[in-house]
T-cell receptor, first 114, second 110 residues
Framework: DTGVSQDPRHKITKRGQNVTFRCDPI?????LYWYRQTLGQGPEFLTY????????KSRLLSDRFSAERPKGSFSTLEIQRTEQGDSAMYLC????????????FGSGTRLTVV | QKEVEQNSGPLSVPEGAIASLNCTYS??????FFWYRQYSGKSPELIMS????GDKEDGRFTAQLNKASQYVSLLIRDSQPSDSATYLC??????????FGAGTRLTVKP
C-alpha cells in the first residue's frame, strides 16, 4: 500500500468550468476526509465518509461542491462552475474508524482557477 | 473564537536550541490531539499524538497536554534546519472531526 493517492496533482481551469478530483485512500481505512487549504491557513474540513456514507458536510461546502464514495473505496470531489475563490490545495485524508491514530494525508491537488 | 488557535509566527530559533510551539482549543470535550508538520508545498505529516494530560516524548519531540487549560504544546529539542516547516495543531472535536489551527511557521537558523 503506497498511502493516500490523489489525482491530479495540479489543475488549472478557467472560471466557470467543472473540475473533478480523485482520492484513493489506504485500503484498510474506512474513513475518508476532504479538506481545503489556502496559503497561510490550516486545512479546513469539507466533508467525510465512513465507507460509502457521507456523514458530515461543512457549511463551507456550497451547492457547487459534491463528493462521492460510491463503493466505499476511492472518492471524487467535484466543483461545478468554478470561481477564483475556489483556488486552493484540496487535501484528502483517510483513517481507521477511531480517533486514536490521526489521519494520513495524500499529496493534495492544487487547483488554480484563472 | 476559533476552535483551534496557534501563533502564526514566524518563530525563529538557532540550530541546537529548543523550539516551543503552542496551541489552545475551545471544545472542552476534545479527547485527541495531534501535531502535524507541513513543509512548503507539501501535505501535512503526522509527527505526534497525545491523549492524556502530561508529557509524551518521541525522540527530539515532546508533546504536552493540559486539558484543564485547554492547551497543547510541542517542544523540539536540538532543533535542526530540517525542522524548518509549518507546524499544525489538530484536535478531534465533539463531532469526531479533526479541526486544525492555522499553523506556526518555524525557521531554524544554522
Amino acid at each position: 500500500d503506497t498511502g493516500v493517492s490523489q489525482d491530479p496533482r495540479h489543475k488549472i481551469t478557467k472560471r466557470g468550468q467543472n473540475v473533478t478530483f480523485r482520492c484513493d485512500p489506504i485500503s484498510e481505512h474506512n474513513r475518508l476526509y476532504w479538506y481545503r487549504q489556502t496559503l497561510g491557513q490550516g486545512p479546513e474540513f469539507l466533508t467525510y465518509f465512513q465507507n460509502e456514507a457521507q456523514l458530515e458536510k461543512s457549511r463551507l461546502l456550497s451547492d457547487r461542491f459534491s463528493a462521492e464514495r460510491p463503493k466505499g473505496s476511492f472518492s471524487t470531489l467535484e466543483i461545478q462552475r468554478t470561481e477564483q475563490g475556489d483556488s486552493a490545495m484540496y487535501l484528502c485524508a483517510s483513517s481507521l474508524e477511531t480517533n486514536y491514530y490521526g489521519y494520513t494525508f495524500g499529496s493534495g491537488t492544487r487547483l488554480t482557477v484563472v | 473564537q476559533k476552535e483551534v488557535e496557534q501563533n502564526s509566527g514566524p518563530l525563529s530559533v538557532p540550530e541546537g536550541a529548543i523550539a516551543s510551539l503552542n496551541c489552545t482549543y475551545s471544545d472542552r470535550v476534545s479527547q485527541s490531539f495531534f501535531w502535524y508538520r507541513q513543509y512548503s508545498g507539501k501535505s501535512p505529516e503526522l509527527i505526534m499524538s497525545i491523549y492524556s494530560n502530561g508529557d509524551k516524548e518521541d525522540g527530539r519531540f515532546t508533546a504536552q497536554l493540559n486539558k484543564a487549560s485547554q492547551y497543547v504544546s510541542l517542544l523540539i529539542r536540538d532543533s535542526q534546519p530540517s525542522d524548518s516547516a509549518t507546524y499544525l495543531c489538530a484536535v478531534y472535536d465533539n463531532n469526531n472531526d479533526m479541526r486544525f489551527g492555522a499553523g506556526t511557521r518555524l525557521t531554524v537558523k544554522p
